[in-house]
């Protein structure tokens, strides 16, 4: 029944590359493997498994156990095989009579001092000590067991302080996988062994409880652990699966892989894929546990309407709902013109999912008035990348960081955003690839259990560009551009025309220290590090490092994000690094989905694939598709249909999966903007801020309810896999399709596998994408035609770049018009945490509020003490948008002149602060400069006090609907 269980194969120790190989004989088998490979791994690759319990093959060797003892001819003892190489002409023996007996006696000093509870343990059926002790062969133990033994551990303390997973000492047989894991997979060096000989123990941190260690609950240790001593809670509760699902992680843009471990419909734990290839078997907080909200009682599963926000909501059948929500639609067009309504497509929701709503809003709607919430994340490395390179995503694998020199990341923070690629990362970092930080704060990655940036560029925000185009001026002026590069690839009259501009004086990083305040010498030892892989440009020599960039929302989220990411991609080809390993421009997206969300044309000027609406050849493809005209003219984006709801123009919105209210800028405008409708129609799993202003409300579905697929980072399409029927009856599909049908447009799609179909052949850089062949390679990266590898495409730009020859831009800094004043003397800027996920509506529905129950603000030593605020106390923020109040943290992660907070809990209103400043080419808004003043403060601002009480009356009205019939007005 627990077959599923043991379906992946582990070898023992990690895959060795090498281009040598070696042949030799195990149990009489020949067998020819790589030079470097263990001889447990070389047996397995025979079909010959070694016992084991310190081994297993996402670590490291370690040799503890002796459980793996083989004989090799003509040398003497019995050597540990996870640690001895393979060898030409070694001939091993992997059992004889001797290795039984060493074996067994081992076996038995494991068991004298472990519980013998196995009936009722629970790991039964998923245990290697009892697999062992059953391969072994033990029948007794001679010792005796537990206190029959003598000294034991057989009744230490279970430490259940996590809310995810117990650690049971008296379990733990010291084969120290869950403390390698801990290193070597995750980085955070959490766990030791405390304790010597018989007395080692694992140890969280100085022998504390979990929760108060450094662990990030990242499961690794849980994963790695061979008995039932570091074990999730809910496999305690529920028991072991009995079948399993693979499926793709909803939260993050690395879009990892995970094993959905079920009894029947019920998922009992998600276990991170080993051939996931974007985690690779690893994990975070979030994915690996944080999937409970699927199931929250907070759950809408009932379509609902009503007339007014003021007023209760009512439970109605899907007919209803739907032909409601479409006729109401069909008469404000009919009021106030085909352009009075529009549609937000989800960056949660599948490809297929996404399509189809923005096929909805062009076909039935009529108009191009779509949108979607990269406008509010990455729309300007869209434009960015696609100005320079020609095409608007990342150019990496993750796993090509494995093959960088110097790593420089700007406006990111991947152990908390993005921590599974932070894992990867910083194990190379550990492995001696240089590091450059460009951030206002110190981040982990600044200096971190065994890692340390080579520079850190501490920069104010709202300066990203004058860094940027500082790190050129050294590039260009000390003679660091890879001219053969530039020559073979790149356009000679922009590079020519940017060179000279860099190159300019005012451009140098002693001319702009005072704007950015950054100092020039760390600018300068930075820029020649990512160039020639020192800090003082002697290393480049010989060759070149691989030098990789990977940013965040830090980038793009300013007045000049678009000009920020076009220096980035400036930088890279000038010094030659875009088209291999190792190197590249890496947008870090920041929802599963996001990437595909604008793969599917959810801008309102592209339909898929980044095609121009005003493209008569394009929209001739689609206008044949779909049986309708297609409106030549880009439509409305977020902040335009803001606007011009404001003025009484734009009435009705379709809104999937997205909470608008809660994370755009100045949400007094927002929600002022959502009054001014006449029909909003939120379609979600939650009743979130959004929905609190919807007049029609259809359910959504989790992750868990889905098929299709994502989209993640580095363009890798994967799929996601439906575990459990839809709660409220249709997958988001569905809804989608009869709400078109509705408004009287056909669509009749039997499955989401129709749906790719219908994109691959409309969308040229989708075209051999299909099901059946990510079924076969797991997945596969776009572009994926008849030109690439059958997989799609790992590396982008590897020969030409994609617009053909690599186009230079001019980067001239331009200072925010969000500056302090005596007024407003700080600057806020934002950012995200590890336990929570975007605005927060899935995480907060799940135990990881007990480690961040609340957006807090950070604020430097200094500027507190001016204030005299303290740690833990109330404040309020004010900036010219609106004011609110959080609680001080006192710090100096942050610099003297910045604070930051978080914007994962709605009461917060961190967006009540932030201004309608956006991107100059995008409209994506300045999140990251926020002119303020904070004060100490004794009560919750006028906007606090307001969203309670609209909060309340909100989940009042919910609650009327659900009240049992006839028990209204009781």
Not at 84 to 112: C, F, H, N, W
Not at 267 to 272: E, I, K, W, Y
Not at 614 to 624: H, I, K, L, P, Y
Request: proline residues 6%; aromatic residues 6%; negative net charge.
């Amino acid at each position: 029944m627990l077959d599923h269980l043991k379906q992946d194969i582990d070898h023992g120790t990690p895959r060795r590359e090498s281009t040598e190989e070696v042949t030799l004989e195990i149990d009489g088998f020949p067998v020819t493997v790589p030079k470097g490979t263990s001889l447990m791994r070389a047996a397995v690759d025979a079909g010959i498994k070694v016992p084991k319990l310190c081994a297993t093959d996402s670590l490291e060797p370690f040799g503890s156990c002796r459980l793996c003892l083989v004989e090799v001819e003509g040398r003497k003892g019995f050597p540990a095989s996870c640690t001895t190489p393979a060898e030409a002409g070694m001939k091993v023996k992997t059992q004889t009579p001797k290795l039984q007996d060493l074996r067994k006696g081992v076996m038995e000093l494991y068991i004298s001092d472990h519980p013998l509870d196995c009936l009722t343990c629970s790991a039964n059926g998923n245990c290697e000590l009892q697999d062992m002790a059953g391969v072994t062969g033990l029948r007794n133990v001679r010792y005796g067991v537990g206190a029959a033994a003598g000294a034991h551990h057989c009744d230490s303390k279970k430490d259940e302080s996590n809310p995810y997973f117990t650690y049971d000492p008296s379990k733990c047989i010291v084969c120290n996988r869950c403390v390698r894991a801990c290193e070597e997979t995750q980085g955070t060096f959490a766990l030791t062994i405390s304790g010597r000989g018989f007395e080692s123990r694992v140890s969280p941190g100085q022998d504390q409880p979990f929760m108060e260690s450094e662990c990030v609950s990242c499961g690794a240790c849980v994963e790695a652990c061979p008995t039932a001593t570091l074990q999730e809670k809910s496999v305690i509760w529920l028991g072991q699966p009995e079948h399993s699902v693979i499926t793709t992680c909803a939260y993050c843009g690395v879009g990892c892989g995970f094993k959905a471990e079920m009894k029947g419909t019920q998922v009992v734990r998600m276990v991170p894929w080993k051939d996931g290839k974007a985690n690779e078997g690893h994990s975070c907080v979030k994915g690996r546990f944080a999937w409970g909200y699927a199931t929250h009682q907070d759950r809408i599963t009932k379509p609902m309407i009503r007339a007014s926000i003021q007023d209760p909501w009512q439970e109605v059948s899907w007919e209803v709902a739907l032909n409601h929500a479409a006729s109401e639609f069909r008469r404000i067009q009919a009021k106030h013109g085909k352009d009075s309504i529009g549609g937000i497509t989800s960056s949660r929701c599948t490809n297929e999912e996404t399509y189809l709503v923005q096929k909805l809003i062009r076909a039935a709607f009529g108009n191009n008035n779509v949108d979607t919430c990269a406008r509010v994340c990455h729309s300007p490395t869209g434009y960015g990348l696609g100005q320079t390179l020609g095409t608007s995503a990342g150019t990496q694998t993750f796993k090509s960081v494995e093959k960088a020199d110097v790593i420089m990341v700007i406006g990111a923070n991947p152990s908390e955003a993005h921590p599974v690629f932070a894992s990867r990362m910083k194990r190379r970092l550990r492995e001696g690839a240089k590091l450059i930080v460009v951030d206002p704060r110190r981040i982990d990655l600044v200096k971190s259990p065994h890692i340390q940036a080579a520079h850190h560029l501490q920069l104010k925000p709202g300066t990203n560009v004058a860094v940027i185009t500082a790190l050129a001026h050294v590039i260009i002026t000390e003679g660091l551009v890879n001219e053969a590069y530039v020559a073979e690839r790149c356009d000679p009259k922009s590079f020519n025309q940017w060179r000279e501009f860099v190159a300019r004086p005012e451009n140098s990083p002693e001319a702009l220290e005072a704007a950015s305040g950054v100092p020039a010498a760390e600018l300068r030892g930075a820029a020649r590090l990512y160039a020639t892989g020192a800090s003082d440009g002697t290393a480049a020599v010989t060759r070149r490092p691989n030098a990789a960039i990977y940013y965040g929302l830090g980038v793009t989220e300013h007045s000049q994000g678009s000009t920020m990411v076009m220096g980035i991609a400036n930088l890279a080809m000038a010094t030659g690094n875009v088209g291999r390993e190792g190197v590249g421009v890496n947008p870090l997206r920041g929802q599963n989905n996001v990437q595909g969300s604008c793969d599917m044309g959810s801008f309102p000027h592209e339909l898929p694939g980044y095609r121009h609406v005003s493209d008569s050849t394009v929209r001739a493809q689609f206008e044949a598709a779909w049986g309708v005209s297609i409106n030549p003219e880009p439509g409305l984006r977020i902040p335009n249909m803001f606007d011009a709801a404001l003025s009484g123009s734009f009435k009705g919105l379709y809104c999937e999966g997205e909470d608008i209210v809660q994370s755009d800028p100045n949400t007094k405008h927002v929600a002022a903007a959502m009054m001014a409708m006449e029909c909003v129609v939120v379609q979600d799993i939650f009743l979130n801020e959004t929905a609190k202003y919807a007049h029609v409300f259809l359910p959504g579905s989790s992750f868990l309810e889905k098929d299709g697929t994502f989209t993640n980072a580095e363009r890798r399409i994967s799929r996601v896999r439906k575990v459990m029927p839809p709660l409220a009856g249709y997958a988001d599909w569905e809804v989608t399709q009869k709400l078109a049908q509705a408004l009287g447009y056909p669509m009749d799609y039997k499955n989401p596998e129709e749906i790719m179909a219908e994109i691959a052949a409309l969308t040229p850089t989708f075209a051999g994408v299909s099901y059946e062949k990510i079924e076969r390679l797991g997945s596969v990266q776009w572009p994926c035609n008849e030109h690439t590898e059958e997989a799609g495409t790992p590396i982008m730009h590897v020969d030409k770049f994609v617009r053909g020859k690599g186009r230079f831009i001019i980067t001239q800094y331009v200072p925010t018009d969000e500056k302090v004043t005596r007024k407003f003397p700080l600057l806020l800027t934002t950012g995200r945490i590890l336990s929570q996920y975007n605005v927060g509506a899935q995480t907060r529905r799940t135990p990881n509020n007990q480690w961040h129950s609340e957006d807090r603000l950070e604020i430097h030593p200094h500027d507190a003490e001016e204030r005299g605020i303290k740690d833990d106390d109330w404040v309020g923020i004010a900036s010219r948008a609106g004011d609110t109040v959080l609680r001080a943290t006192v710090t100096e992660r942050v610099q003297p002149g910045v604070v930051y907070t978080t914007f994962h809990f709605p009461e917060s209103g961190a967006n009540v602060i932030t201004t309608d400043n956006s991107d100059w080419a995008t409209n994506c808004p300045e999140y990251k400069v926020t002119a303020v003043q904070v004060m100490p403060v004794q009560q919750p601002s006028e906007w606090q006090r307001e969203y309670s009480r609209f909060n309340q009356a909100q989940q009042d009205a919910l609650q009327q609907a659900r009240q049992p019939e006839g028990a209204h007005g009781k």
